[in-house]
């Protein structure tokens, strides 16, 4: 696990899922990048999630 001290310098995580994921952490992910300012960029299964701002790519269709 990383703490956000560690990571002020890139402000930008990269994560690979072999799943989908999941609503409650879409969400989870939205806020953490609209608190931090980072952009988190979510592999899955499926497609690229990428989240700025509070926003995500998908649109919230996922």
Do not use: P
């Amino acid at each position: 696990m990383l703490k956000i001290e560690e990571l002020e310098s890139k402000k930008e995580i990269v994560v690979y899922k072999n799943l989908r994921v999941c609503g409650d952490c879409h969400e989870a992910t939205k806020w953490i990048s609209k608190l931090t300012g980072f952009s988190i960029k979510v592999r899955d299964s499926r497609r690229w999630h990428h989240f700025q701002g509070g926003k995500c790519s998908c649109s919230d269709v996922w």
